[in-house]
């Protein structure tokens, strides 16, 4: 009796849970092209594609996936054989628990009708394949310290689950003929813990179960020509379908950045984390969004992550999507305006010329905009005497106080290949190069941090390579960026 | 002469027709390049805001290709100019060395050469 109420409770959980679950990939968008997408377009649409695909030749292609990537998980074991045996052992081990032994009655007993309950003697083997698995798992995440595999609660809850649920059917079958009173109690043990995984399976991180294939089997038949909306709905399922395994985070280019800055949003594996949970209420602190915003934007575009993904998720569509919606709402960002830009403005045709120039202005203006004399161009600004403390006060190097070699040649002015680019070139730049060296002669720091020059130049060296002087032009071009983004940073903070 | 290829973010993915070119011309000139799966970001677009994170990155290259006891030979002029400019501060600046090895031994790694 109480066994059936605590059944049906828990399928109750686990279907409302998987229907809750699934709503959501069509309820909520992520990314820019998110309006005129409702509800009522999308399930239509997926609908739609999903009979297309089947009755096309594509359907060979989802047979391969499902076999090679699905069943043998072809796609680990090419980038990790520990992680694969790992994988295989819980995953095969537990297959054949679910089948032959949780639902015995149901699926074994209609297959063979002579098949005799009490006896499995495969039980043993497939448990002590899950229980190995586990062991490797615990190996991996606490003794081996993979790299950048970050463990989580959700982690961990689902390694002791399955563990309590394995330990306790041991412990069953052995007291099975010993002792009736504990059988009793263990048998509880075993079945509530079941039954908790059940009920806890569609919101825990073994829901992967179903969403990882369905992601690698979209993937598999989609491609940039497919319906924008069934692309969104993608999109979405596919932050279910991330495991949280750590395997973007070992092969990001960028990575190691984490450990000099400390911002977590670098890691692509942990923007997951927090993508799935933004995506409901689409809230964040001003602070929150600061933050994934530099982490976003620290991206060289290498495609590491998607091609390395086990999950076969899409992460390349999904960041520069991401991206452009973090960057729109307002925050500015000065990392825009160095080379991480690149992969943006090869793509700027995707995307609104207001959308595109809007953000990159905002950067602009929040690391020029207190610089005050830079605005007030018309304002004579007074020769004042040499201030000795400046070159320390400043924190510049010793490198860059070869400014004060300047004798205004203007050679690195003429030698720019950016300013020769332009007809009036101080309009686009505000100050050339020699200017900004002469400024700091002056000790005007503000004038030089603020003018677009810096974020314009190529750093091709042409212009310290050419100096009479020896001043380090490019170098102490580079030290003014560090400095004005540090100036900015904490304004906006 | 055998040196470490180091081919930096975007010329696999967006630029291979530049990787295959200069491949086939190194096969030609009978210079042996080996790949290195495991070099990633040469730190050239976060100089802009972040040098040290900058260093950091191409110092983790340096240190890769030197444990494989090969010289390294960039394609990208960026990539080179970030490495090259790394091995220079590392070899001048003795605090930032000491800095930059002590976040690389996280990964097992350090770099030594003092020839930048």
Redesign the interface.
Known sequence: MVYNVVLYVALAVFGVGLMYKISGWFRFSIGIAAQNMTISARIPAVLKGLLVVIFSQKLLTLIRVFVMDVLFQIRILEKDKLRWVMHMLIFAGFIFLLFTHALDKIIITSLFDKYYLKLNPYLFFAGFMVLSGLAIAVYRRFILKV?RLKTKAMDLYVIILLAVIILSGFALEFTKLASFNHYQKIWYVHILTCLTGLAYLPFSKMFHMFTTPASLLANAVMNQNSNPANVMTRRVMELDACTHCGTCSRH??????Y???GNKHILPSERMVFLKDYIAHKRMTARGLAAICQGIY?C????RCTVNCPAGINLRDLWFNVREEMIGRGHAV??M????S?YRG?HQQELDPDQYDNPLNKAQKALAGHFERLNKIEEVIPLTSANREFKKSAGLSLRAGTYAYCFTCENCSTVCPVVGNYENPQQHLDLLPHQIIRSLGFGLLDLAMGSRML?YCL?C?QCQEHCPQGVKVTDIF??L??LA?KEADRSIK | MKFALFLG??I???VQHYELSARAVLDKLSIEVVDNSEF??CG??????????SV??AA?NLALSEKQGLDMMALCM?CF?SLKKAAHLMKHNPSMQEEVNA?LS??GLRYREISG
Not at chain 1, 337 to 340: K, Q
Request: aromatic letters at 10%.
């Open positions: 790299p990001c280019s960028v990575a190691i950045a450990d000099s800055i620290l060289t575009n290498c495609d000065p990392l305006l160095t080379p991480f690149f090869l974020w750093t060296y580079y030290e960026k560090n983004v | 973010c975007n696999p993915v967006r990633k970001c050239y677009p976060i100089r802009n805001t972040d040098q040290k994170t950091l990155m983790r960026c100019g976040q996280k990964e």
